[in-house]
């Protein structure tokens, strides 16, 4: 057994540089300037969560901050892309590595020990610029999770017909791949079907952070090119370029599954590509 934590504690709370936080920060809490913030507001919620039958009823409206513990809970949904033996991998409940943490001026007192504690995304941000941080573990997925989050609330008041569902992805390979730099990876999302008959989206990206192959990630910071990564099948070429000796490790590919429901509903699945001698 594990637990997560982010160190520290001053006369202010410090809270605000925990990565929970980034479930719902805005400009000033948690500093997410580059997420979604409409999605987190009263207004929505009063939408999508309050109006939706006595449950729904009893969110609170919030003074400084939606949310709080949820990301503990998040990281256990069976959604294709947590993996909750593996914190370091990333998920709807935010991305944490195991190391010791050098003090910084909130903590009480310096940690002595490796913990699993804050990691850091490069996530390209709503308003067109990247953005890095442990906040941007979790906010990178806000757009899916609280989609998710009203369609749960739909299931307490609506027959199972007129409520949308998550699509159920499937990969035509295996999610474990052996590889040597240069080699053509040719993935397939084919057998992915949504229990409500909507068409489906596709998008495959590159997790760098989640992996340990050492890719250096250029201007667009998304350092792996994908080709028809918006299509059911797509494919890409393991570096052998821009890449630190000797080369080798783990690369995460993920698949995003999003329907075309009412709210739309994403699922994933993992490719890891293992690259060896």
């Known amino acids: 057994m594990f637990y997560i934590v982010s160190p520290g504690f001053n006369q202010g709370g410090a809270y ?6 980034g479930i719902s920060g805005d400009f000033f809490h948690a500093r997410c300037d580059g997420a979604d913030f409409t999605i987190v507001s009263n207004e929505w919620l009063g ?34 892309l947590n993996v909750s033996e593996h914190p370091e991998y990333g998920g709807w409940g935010g991305r ?14 310096a940690e ?6 804050d990691a850091e995304d490069e996530v390209l941000g709503n308003d067109g610029r990247w953005h890095e941080g442990n906040h941007e573990t979790i906010w990178r997925w806000r757009e899916a999770f609280q989609n998710d989050f ?16 998550p699509p ?19 993935l397939s999302a084919k057998g992915s079907n949504d229990p409500d008959g909507d068409a489906l989206s596709y998008n495959w990206f590159f997790y760098s952070e989640a992996g340990t192959f050492p890719v250096s990630s250029g201007k667009s910071g998304q350092p792996i090119e994908i080709q028809n990564f918006d299509q059911q099948e797509a494919s890409f070429v393991v570096p052998a ?9 783990t690369m995460h590919i993920i698949l995003a599954v999003t329907d075309h429901g009412f709210p739309r509903l994403t699922r994933y ?9």
């Open 16 to 21: 605000h540089h925990a990565t929970w936080s």
């Open 47 to 80: 939408k999508n969560i309050r109006s939706k039958g006595p449950l729904g009823a009893q969110y609170p409206f919030w003074e400084f901050l939606m949310e709080g513990d949820t990301p503990s809970f998040l990281s256990l949904i069976n959604n294709g």
């Open 96 to 109: 944490y590595e195991l190391y010791t943490p050098r003090k910084q001026k909130w903590h009480l007192l």
């Open 112 to 117: 002595s020990r490796p913990i699993w504690t």
């Open 150 to 165: 009203a369609a749960r609330m739909d299931w307490t008041i609506k027959d199972y017909k007129k409520a949308n569902h």
């Open 168 to 186: 159920v992805v499937k990969l035509e390979h295996d999610s474990y791949i052996n590889a040597k730099k240069g080699d053509l990876i040719k």
């Open 241 to 249: 370029k821009r890449v630190m000796e000797p080369g080798l490790g």
């Open 269 to 277: 699945q993992r490719v890891i590509v293992t690259v060896k001698e």
